[in-house]
């Protein structure tokens, strides 16, 4: 399983593409892509990835792609409500009801985009639509005696990516925000892997037979 941008998918790497799936079948591989949508999984960000699948070809019939799920995300104001309050800000409950949509893509883990920042002046809009400051991530949860538009911690956006509580991310600021800003996300990632690993199961368990 390799993850790309949607660019990936774009006419001027129609050749690229082709020499890929090329240079698999020489390898007994078939491969297939799809563009998934993180929110689709429940990540509460707009996130939109190829995922490519590569699998032997006697076993591609075994593999299906994930089922989306059937309702929406949280929105970023329920995700991150119980964050924000941690230091006892009294603006949290006011400020999650703004929140009421999916974050934008977080962007900060390539080397265009490396900073520790929620990204370029239209991201940053979309960003303070939501009652977010943009232009750098905070080191901690706001202060009780907090005013005005709060910013994210590194542990924020990891949960918008869709970390688990307590995922460890190591380095200063900078560099756990490059890891998290880089990141595929966890539940779509996990999603992918469970039907890849059906179809793994469905040849260990003709190998059984064989045997």
């Known amino acids: 399983m390799i993850e790309n941008v949607r660019g990936f998918l774009s006419p001027m790497f129609e050749e690229y593409r082709l020499y890929l799936k090329s240079e698999f079948c020489k390898l007994g591989y078939t491969v297939d892509w799809r563009l998934l949508n993180s929110s689709d999984f429940g990540v509460p960000q707009l996130r939109?990835?190829?995922?490519?699948?590569?699998?032997?070809?006697?076993?591609v019939d075994a593999f299906d792609w994930p089922e989306v799920r059937p309702h929406n995300?949280?929105?970023?104001?329920?995700?991150?409500?119980?964050?924000?309050?941690?230091?006892?800000?009294?603006?949290?409950?006011r400020w999650a009801q703004q929140a009421n949509d999916i974050a934008p893509t977080i962007v900060g883990g390539s080397k265009k985009h490396g900073g520790p920042d929620l990204g370029p002046t239209?991201?940053?809009?979309?960003?303070?639509?939501l009652g977010v400051e943009g232009r750098t991530i905070a080191a901690e949860a706001p202060a009780a005696d907090f005013c005005g538009m709060p910013r994210l911690?590194?542990?924020?956006?990891?949960?918008?990516?869709?970390?688990?509580s307590g995922w460890q991310f190591y380095g200063r600021k900078t560099t756990a925000y490059r890891q998290v800003g880089n990141a595929f996300p966890p539940p779509v990632a996990c999603a992918v892997a469970k039907n890849?690993?059906?179809?793994?199961s469905v040849q260990k368990l003709f190998r059984a037979k064989v045997a």
């Open 48 to 59: 939109p990835r190829v995922v490519i699948v590569a699998l032997k070809s006697d076993l």
């Open 73 to 93: 995300p949280s929105t970023v104001g329920e995700t991150l409500k119980e964050m924000m309050a941690a230091n006892g800000w009294p603006g949290a409950e």
């Open 122 to 129: 239209r991201a940053r809009k979309a960003w303070a639509a």
């Open 153 to 164: 911690t590194v542990d924020m956006v990891a949960r918008l990516q869709g970390f688990p």
């Open 196 to 200: 890849i690993r059906i179809a793994l």
